[in-house]
């Protein structure tokens, strides 16, 4: 008999085998331009550009001052307001009619006038007035500029009575927990890793493994002794490491560079990270036996798993204000829930007590995603 | 051993539905014979060779290929057989070395014969510099030739081949005819779906499929004697008109 397959110990040729397939999808990967920049280019990019550009803070906000009063109480105000980080004193106004023109100009987002005598009229009728203008084609802007001024002023009028006792006062007391200083960042740290890892995961094996399909060599593939099974764990288990990878270079950017904290177990953010990718595995996994070619994929992937991710799982937009429909169906999205047990993890430093719930429900989704994609590659080969 | 048929199929049929793809279709083929499996495209060639190489479930029917049952042993047919597609699927951004040390791998080829083979197969095909290229940027005539080695590379005893010569040139094809010959000559079995006619007169036997169904099934010499024709493309033409 020619045939050269040798009998000895079936484990260690079946490693082979295995290490063998692994090697060539690195090829595959580390030999295109477009899958090196998905995968290593992008986290990076999109973790500077939503830690540092797309900010709900304001920070250096270029303001006008109209002074009618022009006395050492306005002088004192204006003082506090522009030794803050968030303000920059741009322009000082002389007349009503150049407020609207300074706006229209685009220049500055807020105009803070004050009332002529207001030191006298503080003294004499304990009460003087400072308009704030805002340009309110930003909303956001205009009302966190309104809420900063707003605390600048109250600061200062503690100061102003330190001394009198009111007769009644309530005093809301307010503390901002795992957040004091409402950093965004923290917010988008724990998006941007969603983000990536169902990229990485879902979009990237769902593209490689269609891949396969158009060039034919799946066919090969599924005549040659592997199994289907180890066909697509073949093709899936590099983009785990990749995640892995991604997952940690998104931790230690927004650690080191936004100063990230990570009060939680550095364990538990790992193997909940590895849960969330390997359902997002199981979901290209799906989507590349729905879709014959890397465009089908690519297409699904976008609109059915990173849109939803974006828009829907509270990463940007808190899920509690959504309409009902949506959201309950924010809760059919695995981001969502590994947003909640990110944000746990990583600010609250909260265990698995607190987010065993989160944690079943992501495990019960990944299950149903493998499920349903063994099915559908089962009636492909029947 | 020797005139004992590697490849029995009886009444293999393939249902979608209410539509028979494949219909109660018959045949067998012998050891280190040239089979050509033709038929027009939807005839259901494709469907019944899939079924052949264990990637698609017959609805009924009995077949055994190298001696294992399609139902009961797709497994160890796949060890047995060899597989080249229409598409020549090799991977165009791995190295002609590469590709044969993925494909030798997945058939669970040691390191050594491997590396053996690798260099046996670039002599016989005249590219010993190409070693190191990719694939993708080989000439078609000689992409095709390597996929139809590395389908070899394990030394199956048949080997399935899904219309090889689509898209190459006249040249090319006689080319590769020839190496079909040789692996033939070298006790290989050859099965081939085409539908160029000229090339099923290369095969010892063809069967003609129209419709699902194995309409005409002998050499292409007693075929033409029976339909009373010169050329495979006139019995073809016939079959196919119902006559």
């Given at each position: 008999?020619?045939?050269?397959?040798?009998?000895?110990?079936?484990?260690?040729?079946?490693?082979?085998?295995?290490?063998?397939?692994?090697?060539?999808?690195?090829?595959?990967?580390?030999?295109?331009?477009?899958?090196?920049?998905?995968?290593?280019?992008?986290?990076?990019?999109?973790?500077?550009?939503?830690?540092?550009?797309?900010?709900?803070?304001?920070?250096?906000?270029?303001?006008?001052?109209?002074?009618?009063?022009?006395?050492?109480?306005?002088?004192?105000i204006?003082q506090?307001?522009?030794?803050?980080?968030?303000?920059?004193?741009?322009?000082?106004?002389?007349?009503?009619?150049?407020?609207?023109?300074?706006?229209?100009?685009?220049?500055?987002?807020?105009?803070?006038?004050?009332?002529?005598?207001?030191?006298?009229?503080?003294?004499?009728?304990?009460?003087?007035?400072?308009?704030?203008?805002?340009?309110?084609?930003?909303?956001?802007?205009?009302?966190?500029?309104?809420?900063?001024?707003?605390?600048?002023?109250?600061?200062?009028q503690?100061?102003?009575?330190?001394?009198?006792?009111?007769?009644?006062?309530?005093?809301?007391?307010?503390?901002?927990?795992?957040?004091?200083?409402?950093?965004?960042?923290?917010?988008?740290?724990?998006?941007?890793?969603?983000?990536?890892?169902?990229?990485?995961?879902?979009?990237?094996?769902?593209?490689?493994?269609?891949?396969?399909?158009?060039?034919?060599?799946?066919?090969i593939?599924?005549?040659?002794?592997?199994?289907?099974?180890?066909?697509?764990?073949?093709?899936?288990?590099?983009?785990?490491?990749?995640?892995?990878?991604?997952?940690?270079?998104?931790?230690?950017?927004?650690?080191?560079?936004?100063?990230?904290?990570?009060?939680?177990?550095?364990?538990?953010?790992?193997?909940?990270?590895?849960?969330?990718?390997?359902?997002?595995?199981?979901?290209?996994?799906?989507?590349?036996?729905?879709s014959?070619?890397?465009?089908?994929?690519?297409?699904?992937?976008?609109?059915?798993?990173?849109?939803?991710?974006?828009?829907?799982?509270?990463?940007?937009?808190?899920?509690?204000s959504?309409?009902?429909?949506?959201?309950?169906?924010?809760?059919?999205?695995?981001?969502?829930?590994?947003?909640?047990?990110?944000?746990g993890?990583?600010?609250?430093?909260?265990?698995i007590?607190?987010?065993?719930?989160?944690?079943?429900?992501?495990?019960?989704?990944?299950?149903?995603?493998?499920?349903?994609?063994?099915?559908?590659?089962?009636?492909?080969?029947? | 051993?020797?005139?004992?048929?590697?490849i029995?199929?009886?009444?293999?049929?393939?249902?979608?539905?209410?539509?028979?793809?494949?219909?109660?279709?018959?045949?067998?083929?012998?050891?280190g014979?040239?089979?050509g499996?033709?038929?027009?495209?939807?005839?259901?060639?494709?469907?019944?060779?899939?079924?052949?190489?264990?990637?698609?479930?017959?609805?009924?029917?009995?077949?055994t290929?190298?001696?294992?049952?399609?139902?009961k042993?797709?497994?160890?047919?796949?060890?047995?057989?060899?597989?080249?597609?229409?598409?020549?699927?090799?991977?165009?951004?791995?190295?002609?070395?590469?590709?044969?040390?993925?494909?030798?791998?997945?058939?669970?080829?040691?390191?050594?014969?491997?590396?053996?083979?690798?260099?046996?197969?670039?002599?016989?095909?005249g590219?010993?510099?190409?070693?190191?290229?990719?694939?993708?940027?080989?000439?078609?005539?000689?992409?095709?030739?390597?996929?139809?080695?590395?389908?070899l590379?394990?030394?199956?005893?048949i080997?399935?081949?899904?219309?090889?010569?689509?898209?190459?040139?006249?040249?090319?094809?006689r080319?590769?005819?020839?190496?079909?010959?040789?692996?033939?000559?070298?006790?290989?079995?050859?099965?081939?779906?085409?539908?160029?006619?000229?090339?099923?007169?290369?095969?010892?036997?063809?069967?003609?499929?129209?419709?699902?169904?194995?309409?005409?099934?002998?050499?292409?010499k007693?075929?033409?004697?029976?339909?009373?024709?010169?050329?495979?493309?006139?019995?073809?033409?016939?079959?196919?008109?119902?006559?």
């Amino acid at each position: 008999m020619p045939y050269m397959v040798q009998k000895t110990n079936r484990k260690e040729f079946k490693m082979k085998k295995f290490k063998g397939f692994i090697k060539k999808e690195f090829y595959h990967i580390f030999r295109d331009k477009r899958s090196l920049f998905i995968l290593f280019g992008m986290p990076i990019a999109q973790i500077l550009l939503f830690g540092y550009a797309v900010t709900n803070e304001i920070n250096n906000v270029n303001i006008a001052i109209f002074d009618k009063a022009n006395d050492a109480q306005s002088e004192k105000i204006i003082q506090n307001i522009s030794a803050s980080n968030y303000f920059n004193i741009e322009q000082i106004i002389y007349n009503e009619a150049d407020i609207e023109k300074s706006f229209k100009k685009g220049k500055v987002k807020a105009v803070l006038v004050f009332e002529p005598k207001l030191a006298k009229k503080l003294t004499k009728d304990n009460k003087a007035n400072i308009q704030v203008i805002t340009d309110a084609t930003e909303p956001n802007t205009a009302t966190t500029i309104i809420n900063y001024v707003s605390v600048i002023l109250q600061k200062i009028q503690m100061n102003l009575n330190k001394d009198i006792k009111m007769p009644y006062q309530i005093k809301a007391q307010t503390r901002m927990l795992y957040n004091p200083e409402l950093k965004s960042v923290f917010m988008f740290v724990p998006g941007v890793m969603t983000i990536i890892l169902m990229l990485v995961s879902a979009m990237m094996t769902s593209i490689s493994i269609t891949r396969e399909k158009e060039i034919g060599t799946m066919e090969i593939l599924l005549v040659s002794p592997l199994k289907p099974f180890q066909v697509i764990l073949g093709k899936v288990f590099p983009y785990i490491f990749l995640s892995i990878f991604n997952a940690l270079v998104i931790v230690v950017i927004g650690y080191f560079v936004f100063r990230m904290p990570l009060e939680g177990s550095y364990f538990l953010l790992g193997l909940e990270s590895v849960l969330f990718i390997v359902s997002a595995l199981s979901l290209g996994v799906l989507i590349s036996t729905i879709s014959n070619t890397q465009q089908t994929a690519m297409m699904i992937s976008l609109m059915g798993l990173l849109l939803p991710v974006i828009l829907l799982s509270g990463f940007i937009f808190p899920i509690e204000s959504m309409p009902r429909p949506l959201q309950i169906f924010s809760n059919i999205i695995p981001a969502t829930w590994y947003i909640i047990i990110l944000k746990g993890i990583m600010l609250k430093g909260v265990g698995i007590a607190y987010l065993w719930k989160e944690t079943l429900v992501l495990i019960g989704m990944t299950i149903f995603f493998i499920a349903l994609s063994i099915r559908n590659y089962k009636i492909r080969l029947e | 051993m020797k005139d004992q048929n590697i490849i029995q199929v009886k009444n293999l049929t393939k249902k979608y539905g209410d539509f028979f793809a494949v219909n109660e279709i018959s045949f067998h083929v012998k050891k280190g014979e040239i089979f050509g499996f033709l038929g027009a495209n939807g005839a259901g060639k494709t469907t019944a060779m899939k079924m052949l190489i264990g990637i698609s479930k017959p609805t009924y029917g009995e077949a055994t290929v190298a001696g294992f049952d399609v139902f009961k042993n797709p497994e160890k047919i796949k060890k047995n057989i060899g597989y080249m597609s229409q598409k020549f699927a090799l991977y165009d951004d791995l190295t002609v070395n590469e590709n044969i040390i993925f494909f030798g791998g997945i058939y669970g080829l040691k390191r050594k014969i491997i590396k053996h083979k690798t260099k046996e197969l670039l002599s016989y095909l005249g590219i010993e510099e190409l070693g190191k290229t990719l694939v993708g940027s080989l000439p078609l005539g000689v992409k095709q030739k390597l996929a139809f080695s590395i389908a070899l590379i394990h030394e199956p005893k048949i080997v399935f081949l899904d219309e090889p010569t689509g898209g190459v040139d006249p040249i090319t094809r006689r080319q590769f005819w020839e190496m079909i010959y040789e692996k033939a000559h070298q006790g290989t079995t050859i099965f081939v779906t085409t539908h160029y006619m000229d090339e099923a007169e290369y095969c010892d036997r063809v069967s003609i499929m129209v419709t699902g169904k194995i309409e005409a099934l002998d050499t292409p010499k007693k075929l033409k004697e029976i339909y009373k024709v010169d050329s495979m493309n006139e019995v073809f033409l016939k079959l196919a008109r119902g006559e």
